[in-house]
């Protein structure tokens, strides 16, 4: 399983904190896993910024997914 | 080098103070954010910062090893908390201790600039219409040492914008 997080205003939108996904064989990339969130949550996030983590560091949508790794997705931080 | 996330607040004097003596210390340069009573539109009357446990810590670890090579300093402490905050709380306490003053203002200001595009920290203001996150980009309104971008700055190399 891929375990997915999400924070502040995507947390907000999805209406939870926490989704788990199976990992195909081949794994996904971020986008992809993306792309499954908003088919299960029922929203899109194309008219928005979104920041990803792979494994608690900040990566590209293109990094690859592998199974029991964790993604999350959230808007630019805001901190400090 | 030491990094503290906590709900608790702090006094600036008694967190340096908590350091271990720095032989050959010859400055400290300290920065505290606190919580503004206003913001671009509205009155704020509380501030709930959310974060991502585990990985901010990490962030934080990540971009004070990132000082430590970067500037000449003899140690660093950052302190950020998150909860609910009422105007005028301290948000965020970064401290450098260095032999001479030049690093240690300047590594002081890299800490506080890429800790605000980089550690995953999230604002929502309460105001009297109502509550909402804070979107504005700080790295874009502050402006990084390097010079901040969306599409380049390393911080956030891959924001994903999409015009539907």
Request: hydrophobic share 40%; with cysteine; charged share 20%.
């Amino acid at each position: 399983m891929i375990h997915v997080k999400f924070f502040a205003s995507v947390r907000e939108r999805v209406g939870s904190a926490e989704m788990q996904l199976p990992c195909p064989p081949g794994g996904f990339t971020v986008e992809e896993v993306l792309t499954m969130v908003e088919g299960q949550a029922g929203t899109e996030f194309h008219d928005v910024h979104l920041l990803a983590s792979l494994n608690q560091q900040h990566v590209p949508f293109t990094a690859l997914v592998k199974d029991e790794d964790e993604v999350a997705f959230f808007p630019p931080v805001t901190g400090g | 080098m030491i990094v503290k996330v906590q709900k608790e607040d702090f006094e600036l004097s008694a967190a340096c103070a908590e350091m271990a003596t720095l032989s050959g210390a010859g400055a400290l340069v300290t920065f505290v954010g606190t919580v503004r009573d206003y913001s671009d539109a509205s009155d704020i009357l509380s501030l709930e910062i959310e974060h991502y446990p585990g990985m901010t810590e990490k962030e934080l670890e990540r971009v004070s090893k990132e000082a430590a090579q970067s500037y000449d300093i003899l140690d660093s402490l950052i302190i950020h908390r998150y909860g609910l905050l009422q105007p005028q709380d301290n948000i965020v306490l970064v401290a450098v201790w260095s032999r001479h003053r030049a690093a240690a203002f300047d590594a002081c200001r890299f800490l506080i600039d890429v800790l605000k595009t980089s550690a995953p920290f999230w604002k929502k203001e309460i105001t009297p219409q109502g509550s909402r996150w804070v979107t504005d980009c700080p790295g874009c309104r502050a402006g990084s040492r390097e010079g901040h971008s969306h599409a380049v700055h390393p911080v956030h190399p891959d924001h994903r914008l999409h015009s539907s």
